[in-house]
């Protein structure tokens, strides 16, 4: 199934609207939309906290989620902040010391990447390099291999459950795994992990956009994350097509 790109960032809108609880359009104007948390369908499948807060924009404007306690502070805090300053060290550290009242950590920001099967680029095969490609209960066998902990969640109940992994092998032996997630109906994440001695030889790529295309093929929109300094992660993401869709921070 090909998935184009219009297509692919109108499943991220939706995805996004019904995981802040907000609409769609308050992506679309400018300024900083504040939304209290819910849990719609479709959304994603991570737990809403009871002391939530959640601020994303896909480049216009700022969408601010969080539980109804906090959104009196959200609104004097945030509401009046020009869309592109909310992202600003001094804004991020004001929002890093509110949560910390709560006793939790603001992560992010986060870069979102997410690829279409027009823009996916083609990728070499490193030599002397095997790919395997495993789905759904197949992928259970993989758990033993502990070292590749970004790439999958070895949890057989997850409700975030691994659908695909793809595996390079090197004279038998696993040296990488990228893994989707089913982290919503119509989004799936990737992860990957290469073994130290085996990174910067093209084998990361390989192995994400062999995984990135089956996910595709499946009707899914494949979806990376990465933190706004991992530059490397950042590069590979763009190497095979993917693009930043939105960033997003959040208290944990």
């Known amino acids: 199934m090909m998935l184009d790109r219009k297509t692919v960032i109108q499943t991220v809108k ?6 802040l609880a907000c609409d769609e359009a308050d992506f679309d104007v400018d300024g900083v939309s504040i939304r209290q948390a819910e849990i719609r369908g479709g959304r994603f499948r991570f737990p809403i ?21 906090r959104l009196e502070w959200a609104r004097q805090a945030l509401g009046n902040e020009a869309d ?11 929002i890093s010391a509110f949560v910390q009242r709560d006793k939790q950590l603001l992560a992010g920001p986060d870069q979102k990447y997410v ?12 030599d002397g390099i095997n790919l395997v490609t495993y789905k759904d209960n197949d992928i259970v066998g993989l758990y033993r291999h502990a070292a590749f902990k970004h790439a999958l969640s ?14 390079a092998e090197r004279g038998g032996t696993i040296i990488g795994i990228a893994g989707a997630s089913e982290d919503c109906g119509r989004m799936w994440q990737i992860g990957v992990d290469v073994l130290p001695e085996y990174q910067g030889m093209g084998i ?7 995984l990135t295309k089956a996910v595709l093929n499946e009707g899914i929109v494949p979806y ?17 097509g993917y693009w930043p869709a939105w960033i997003q921070m959040y208290a944990r």
Not at 204 to 210: D, W
Request: with cysteine.
């Open 14 to 19: 939706a995805v996004l609207a019904a995981d």
């Open 49 to 69: 906290r009871e002391q939530s807060l959640t601020i994303v924009t896909m480049g216009r404007g700022v969408v601010v989620s969080c539980n109804r306690e």
């Open 84 to 94: 592109g300053q909310i992202f600003a060290a001094r804004t991020v550290g004001e």
């Open 115 to 126: 690829c279409s099967s027009a823009d996916l680029k083609d990728f070499p095969i490193p």
């Open 154 to 167: 070895f949890r057989s109940d997850s409700a975030r459950s691994d659908r695909i992994a793809t595996v």
């Open 204 to 210: 990361g790529k390989a192995i994400v956009g062999t």
């Open 224 to 240: 990376y994350t990465t933190e706004v300094g991992n530059l490397r992660s950042r590069q590979l993401a763009a190497s095979l």
